[in-house]
Nanobody, 126 residues
Framework: QVQLVESGGGLVQTGGSLRLSCAAS????????TGWFRQAPGKERDFVAV????????YYADSVKGRFTISRDDAKNTVYLQMNSLKPEDTAVYYC???????????????????WGQGTQVTVSS
């Protein structure tokens, strides 16, 4: 079992930065691939980024490539999402998700992840 708690959301102006954290419980968290998804009001939950259990592979949605960076610190059982050059269209609730064996090629699918956090709100003002 893994429990995930997101933090770091808030209100920021266009062009600003935020760093989200996903703190996990469970000694085996380092074995999990961990992703970030986001959901804007009235829209589906969309993939943002994922990092594999080893940290060797990272994948990003096209909309955030070059602006967001995902990383993990297994000593702290935490995965981070550094978000730079934020845009109003980045406004959403951001969710952390984890799973032992999401299928490669389907990292962007919500059904690949069994464990989810409660979400943290990110609002980017224009």
């Amino acid at each position: 079992q893994v429990q995930l708690v997101e933090s770091g959301g808030g209100l920021v102006q266009t062009g600003g930065s935020l760093r989200l954290s996903c703190a996990a419980s469970g000694r085996t968290f380092r074995s999990y691939a961990t992703g970030w998804f986001r959901q804007a009001p009235g829209k589906e939950r969309d993939f943002v980024a994922v990092i594999t259990w080893s940290g060797e592979y990272v994948y990003y949605a096209d909309s955030v490539k070059g602006r967001f960076t995902i990383s993990r610190d297994d000593a702290k059982n935490t995965v981070y999402l550094q978000m730079n050059s934020l845009k109003p269209e980045d406004t959403a609730v951001y969710y952390c998700a984890a799973d032992l064996n999401p299928s490669r090629g389907d990292y962007d699918k919500t059904y690949q992840y069994n464990y989810w956090g409660q979400g943290t709100q990110v609002t980017v003002s224009s």
